[in-house]
C-alpha cells in the first residue's frame, strides 16, 4: 500500500509559479514511476507528466512541457511539479499517482495508487 499526498497548490496570478510536492508513504517510492495528472472542472482526467523510477527518464506533454518540469527525490520519496508561468487554463486540480510500470504512463487506469489531489486556481 502507498499513501500519497499532495500539497503546493493554491490561488495565484498569472504568470506566477508553483511547485507541487507530492510525498509518498508506505511501499518502496522507488519502485514506482510517478505521474503528475489535472482535473479541470466539467472535464475529464488529463495526463501532465510522468518521471521513471530513477528519475533518468521524464515525459511531458507537449502542451505543458515549456513550462511544466517533473522531477522526484527518493531520498524524501517525494515528487515535484514545477509549474511556470501559470495561465487561466492550468487551473484544475492536480493530482499524483504511482504506476507501477513505465509503459502507458499518459494512462490513468494504470495507475496503482493516487493522492487526495491539490487545487491550483490562477486568476487573470
Known amino acids: 500500500q502507498v499513501q500519497l499526498t499532495e500539497s503546493g497548490g493554491g490561488l495565484v496570478q498569472a504568470g506566477d509559479s508553483l511547485r507541487l510536492s507530492c510525498s509518498a508513504s508506505?511501499?518502496?517510492?522507488?519502485?514506482?514511476?510517478m505521474g503528475w495528472f489535472r482535473q479541470a472542472p466539467g472535464k475529464e482526467r488529463e495526463f501532465v507528466a510522468a518521471?521513471?523510477?530513477?528519475?533518468?527518464?521524464?515525459y511531458a506533454v507537449d502542451s505543458v512541457k515549456e513550462r511544466f518540469t517533473i522531477s522526484r527525490d527518493n531520498a524524501k520519496n517525494t515528487v515535484y511539479l514545477q509549474i511556470n508561468s501559470l495561465e487561466p487554463k492550468d487551473t484544475a486540480v492536480y493530482y499524483c499517482?504511482?504506476?507501477?510500470?513505465?509503459?502507458?504512463?499518459?494512462?490513468?487506469?494504470?495507475?496503482?495508487?493516487w493522492g487526495q489531489g491539490t487545487q491550483v486556481t490562477v486568476s487573470s
Open positions: 499517482g504511482a504506476s507501477s510500470s513505465w509503459v502507458g504512463v499518459r494512462s490513468p487506469g494504470l495507475y496503482n495508487y
Open positions: 508506505g511501499r518502496t517510492f522507488g519502485s514506482y514511476s
Open positions: 518521471i521513471s523510477r530513477t528519475g533518468i527518464s521524464t
